[in-house]
Nanobody, 118 residues
C-alpha cells in the first residue's frame, strides 16, 4: 500500500523556522518527483516547491524563494521542506505530493498544519 505521510507542522513565531518531513512507502521513491503544496482556507492548493527525481533540480514559488529549501533522501524515502524566516502569510496546511517522473501515477499525503503567529 502506497503511503505519503507529512509531519513537522507546528505553531511558530514570525521569523522562526520549521522543517517538514514527507515519509513515503509502497513505491519506488527514487522514480518520483516530490512536491510540496500548501492550501489556505477557502483557496486551492498552490505549489510551493518541487524537486525532480532524476537530478534533484529544484523549483520554488516566488513567495518562498530564499526562505524555503526542498530536499530529498532517496535512501530514506523521505523529502523535506526547510522553512526559514516564516511569515504569518505562510500559515496553511502543507501537503506532500509524489508524482511519477513519467506521469504514470501520483500520491498525496493528508497534510500538516503550519501556523505562524505571535
Amino acid at each position: 500500500q502506497q503511503q505519503v505521510v507529512e509531519s513537522g507542522g507546528d505553531l511558530v513565531q514570525p521569523g522562526g523556522s520549521l522543517r517538514l518531513s514527507c515519509v513515503t512507502s509502497g513505491f519506488t521513491f527514487s522514480l518520483y518527483d516530490l512536491e510540496w503544496y500548501r492550501q489556505f482556507p477557502g483557496k486551492e492548493r498552490e505549489l510551493v516547491a518541487a524537486i525532480r527525481s532524476e537530478d534533484s533540480e529544484t523549483n520554488y514559488a516566488d513567495s518562498v524563494k530564499g526562505r524555503f529549501t526542498i530536499s530529498r533522501e532517496n535512501d530514506k524515502n523521505t523529502a523535506y521542506l526547510q522553512m526559514n524566516n516564516l511569515e504569518p502569510e505562510d500559515t496553511a496546511v502543507y501537503y506532500c505530493h509524489a508524482r511519477h517522473h513519467w506521469g504514470w501515477n501520483d500520491y498525496w499525503g493528508r497534510g500538516t498544519q503550519v501556523i505562524v503567529s505571535s
